[in-house]
């Protein structure tokens, strides 16, 4: 059984950092074609943050001067580095995971292009 399982999350000051990771069991990282970020902050929908697809990475506007992703297969781990944390930032944050060959998956922005999801980690920021 696949399972993704977000650590990390926390209470944090506006300019603290924090370093998010997703571990994997049931199945390697490695043999998924796109991973990612996505949040959901207190009353808005969920939205993507950040995703590795077939080896390049992607950023929202939003975060791409201050999130880092990176995938460490060694480790079967994904992490997002948060620096510079911001109120606006206050949200719980989800992994997710994809396994379709790039000719079957769709945009790595899209909820609906990742069959696996973790439960979130939350990260509240005061200001």
């Known amino acids: 059984q696949v399972q993704l399982v977000e650590s990390g999350g926390g209470l944090v000051q506006a300019g603290d950092s924090l370093r998010l990771s997703c571990a994997a069991s049931?199945?390697?990282?490695?043999?998924?074609?796109?991973v990612g970020w996505f949040r959901q902050a207190p009353g808005k929908e969920r939205e993507f943050v950040a995703a590795?697809?077939?080896?390049?990475?992607y950023y929202a506007d939003s975060v791409k001067d201050r999130f880092t992703i990176s995938k460490d297969n060694a480790k079967n781990t994904v992490t997002l580095q948060i620096n510079t944390l911001k109120p606006e930032d206050t949200a719980v944050y989800y992994c997710a995971a994809d396994a379709r060959a790039l000719v079957n998956s769709g945009p790595y922005y899209r909820e609906r292009s990742y069959a696996y999801w973790g439960q979130g980690t939350q990260v509240t920021v005061s200001s």
């Open positions: 590795i697809k077939w080896g390049s990475t």
């Open positions: 049931g199945r390697t990282f490695s043999s998924y074609t796109t």
